[in-house]
């Protein structure tokens, strides 16, 4: 099974190299020439550049949601079951098949206008999709949205090992609930975070789905991902050569994120003395 | 444990039940948008009209399919793996566990150019095998990780007993492994299933034929089939969530122990 994946990361490697539109019988060689043109390609660095941000936001909004939302149940409010039950289906289900519905809640005359404008708000209502400047913060949510509940499930799993003892001691010399929160929990879940931003970062440089299917990269490349653009080259544009070589740096990318991450929680083990 | 927030006014409690609820609206918001629009114009009538096109019966059964299969291939591979690797000398076993790990890292959208043109050599686009083979590669990294640290907990004594007793190797998986792995095992199986029945790109690639497209790709479908009718395009997102809504209410403790199994690595 590993061996398809392998083949296939061969193969890739051998059309980077290629000047080909993935049907005609003579591809031409051009050595590096793909990987030159991906260097001076402004999309590129600017779906790079995405992926950047789009990294920072999600994981920390993710992070911050889940954390806070699994203290909070943690904390014995009612109906806790319902709560959890509503940040977790979102998980389940696919982000294709929600797309049509978060296409329809922003858009001019979509939901969240609509909302906006029965809550006194309606200066902020705006053609969410339509714009570039919107565009991203509305692929973020969706994204946060969809995955929050992982998050929170982790958290809430990860706290449920925090040993009781250490809580009630910091209560008995007078912590307030803030400060237990800071220096006790969230420390006592750090490998739950590091494994997380493990997760994001590769999730982030593998992003395709939603913005594919809420925006399409538009507008204006506004949400162009890496694996949007290499399916929009691959696939519609046929230009097979230059999809290949850009497959290769995304994989090149997504190694080192992980390599990364794993090699900055080890150093913080190691300071720490874990 | 000990309520990690401790309210003991039932002012700070209301205030924390209010905050809860605050914080969930966001998430609920899309999910009524959903059922909402898709009962706006003709109300009831657009469920109706979604089904008397009469395809989604096609479309979840080869979603059932795939799901299936993806999960047979990626259990039975996922345990020979996971014990070879734990508790079998194989020459050099590290190297290729080190290779699998990398995988991890793979985004499809990288192998769809070599897999299309691989499913056409062998002649298999355009049937279910084109996205189960993939689907499956894609899972086993994760599912093989996670099933081997399971397996390193079994002791080895109970091996060396059962080879005394002249228990084959095969006995040994039959007899231990399977039997004990239960709860990996079944968090293998829900990740997969989520991960089959969701995946989006791969079919959408790799098979052409309605006959045989999955439930993914059907609000694509319905959104040129009524040009554009919104209400009926909801309609048909709420009918192919409801299974998996239903499927993780049902077994609400396994789907979050098995999401969460694959992810804390």
């Known amino acids: 099974m590993v061996g398809i994946l392998y083949y296939c990361i061969g193969e890739t490697g051998y059309l980077s190299t290629l000047d080909w539109d993935g049907t005609s019988p003579t591809p031409t060689s051009v050595g590096l020439q793909n990987y030159q043109d991906i260097l001076v390609d402004p999309i590129f660095w600017q779906a790079i550049w995405h992926t950047v941000v789009f990294f920072l936001v999600t994981f920390t909004a993710q992070t911050a949601i889940g954390f806070v939302f699994a203290a909070l149940l943690h904390s014995k409010v009612k109906l806790a079951t319902v709560y959890k039950v509503i940040v977790f289906t979102p998980v389940v289900i696919a982000p294709a098949t929600m797309a049509p519905v978060f296409r329809q809640m922003f858009a001019a005359d979509g939901q969240l206008n609509w909302f906006l404008d029965h809550v006194g708000l309606g200066f902020l209502s705006q053609p969410w999709l339509a714009q570039s400047s919107t565009a991203m913060p509305v692929i973020m949510f969706i994204t946060v949205w969809n995955f929050t509940g992982l998050t929170f499930v982790l958290y809430y799993a990860a706290m449920g090992q925090i040993d009781p003892e250490v809580l009630e001691a910091a209560r008995t010399d007078g912590a307030s609930n803030l400060r237990t929160l800071v220096s006790i929990v969230w420390p006592g879940v750090r490998s739950t975070t590091v494994a997380l931003a493990m997760l994001s970062v590769i999730g982030a440089l593998k992003t395709f789905d939603i913005p594919y299917l809420v925006t399409i990269g538009g507008p204006n490349y506004a949400t162009e991902f890496l694996g949007t653009y290499i399916y929009r080259i691959s696939i519609p544009s046929a230009h097979v050569g230059y999809g290949a070589a850009l497959s290769i740096m995304l994989l090149v990318l997504a190694l080192l994120g992980a390599i990364a991450v794993a090699a900055r929680s080890n150093r913080k083990d190691g300071e720490s003395g874990v | 444990m000990r309520a990690v927030f401790e309210a003991r006014r039932p002012s700070a409690r209301l205030l924390l039940q209010i905050l809860v609820t605050a914080m969930v609206i966001p ?239």
């Open chain 2, 27 to 265: 998430y609920l918001f899309p999910l009524v948008v959903m059922v909402q629009g898709s009962l706006a114009g003709e109300g009831w009538g657009n469920y109706r009209a979604v089904f008397e096109v009469g395809t989604i019966g096609t479309f979840f059964k080869s979603s059932v399919i795939i799901s299936v299969s993806t999960i047979i291939i990626v259990y039975v591979l996922t345990m020979l793996a996971a014990f070879g690797f734990s508790k079998l000398r194989v020459r050099r076993k590290e190297v290729y566990f080190w290779m699998i790990l990398a995988a991890l890292t793979l985004p499809e959208v990288v192998l769809l150019t070599p897999l299309f043109a691989t499913t056409l050599a062998l002649g298999v686009y355009d049937t279910y095998w084109a996205v189960v083979l993939p689907l499956a590669a894609l899972q086993i990294p994760f599912t093989v990780l996670i099933a081997r640290r399971f397996v390193d907990g079994v002791p080895d004594a109970l091996f060396d007993a059962a080879r005394i007793d002249g228990a084959s190797t095969f006995t040994s998986f039959r007899y231990i492994i399977i039997p004990m792995t239960r709860p990996i095992g079944a968090a293998i199986v829900v990740l997969t299933l989520i991960g089959s029945w969701n995946a989006y790109l791969l079919p959408l690639v790799l098979i052409q034929d309605p006959a045989q497209q999955t439930v993914t790709l059907l609000p694509q479908f319905f959104v040129s089939q009524f040009s554009n009718d919104q209400t009926k395009v909801l309609a048909s997102a709420v009918i192919t969530a409801i299974p998996e809504i239903v499927a993780y209410l049902c077994l609400q403790g396994l789907f979050e122990r098995g999401l969460a199994a694959g992810a804390v690595k």
